[in-house]
């Protein structure tokens, strides 16, 4: 069974709910070790003091800001936590939002919320209000030495609370090094482009879609360790046309087709 990963409380109003996080994603990345080509032995990376010369042990490394060249504040733990004050153990809901309205750029992770000792009642409580309204909670979060904005919500039964990225986070789009179009799309390409993404289109089921480049990954390593000698496949890269209607004409009878 998942162990929660943080306690503490989630507040709105005068009305404090007792909660447990839990992480909502697992990562299935194929992790890959650094080893010696030569013999295979597994590479370490030590921690190394630039000034002395020397390796260091790990309980003499400490955090420090640089506030100029070469120059250092060093904070404790206890430092860093208390920089977090009354609020790392709490999440203040200060507004509520409509759900939907918070465009998908934001989010960042996803944890299951859980109801904390003696906190049953009041976690329905703020479940249901959420749900019925279809709002979502929005807050702070301390944890590991790092502010996030949170959104509570309700889901599938549960509260789920989402980090959201602040606005200052994110890269504008118009600041992007982008080519401009050469031309507009005529009407008759914006109407076989629509016919398109009818013809492809289907209710959202996650289930569908699995990672094939890591199953490919996988399917390498199996056949090179049963001493398999692996090569890649010489495939004839994708004819590119520049003709968009003739382009649109064959996607959407290859579409058709897959239909039928």
């Not at 507040?11 to 194929?30: D, E, H, I, M, R």
């Not at 790392?88 to 992770?109: M, Q, T």
């Not at 944890?143 to 039964?157: F, K, M, S």
């Not at 959201?164 to 008759?188: K, M, N, Q, S, T």
């Amino acid at each position: 069974m998942p162990r929660s990963i943080w306690n503490g409380t989630v507040a709105f109003g005068l009305v404090s709910v007792p909660v447990k996080l839990y992480s909502a994603t697992q990562s299935k990345t194929v992790h890959f070790r650094e080893v010696h080509l030569q013999d295979g032995g597994r590479i370490e990376h030590r921690r190394f003091c630039s000034k002395e010369d020397r390796e260091v042990p790990y309980e003499e490394v400490v955090r420090g800001f640089e506030v100029a060249p070469d120059e250092y504040v060093v904070l404790s733990d206890d430092e860093r936590k208390a920089a977090a004050g009354d609020i790392a153990h709490r999440i203040d809901i200060e507004h509520f939002v409509p759900a939907d309205e918070i465009d998908p750029i934001y989010y960042e992770k996803t944890y299951h919320v859980g109801a904390g000792k003696d906190g049953e009642d009041a976690y329905r409580l703020l479940h249901d209000a959420l749900h019925g309204t279809h709002r979502a909670g929005i807050g702070r979060f301390t944890y590991h030495d790092r502010e996030y904005l949170t959104a509570v919500r309700a889901r599938d039964g549960l509260l789920a609370l989402h980090t959201l990225r602040f606005a200052d986070e994110l890269v504008d789009g118009h600041d992007i090094d982008a080519p401009e179009p050469r031309r507009a799309p005529d009407e008759r390409e914006v109407e076989m482009a629509r016919r398109l993404v009818d013809t492809l289109h289907e209710d959202f089921d996650p289930t569908r879609y699995e990672d094939e480049y890591r199953e490919a990954v996988l399917e390498v390593i199996r056949r090179k360790s049963a001493g398999e000698e692996v090569r890649p496949d010489e495939e004839a890269p994708a004819a590119e046309s520049d003709d968009l209607m003739a382009a649109l004409q064959a996607s959407l009878d290859g579409a058709k087709a897959g239909r039928r």
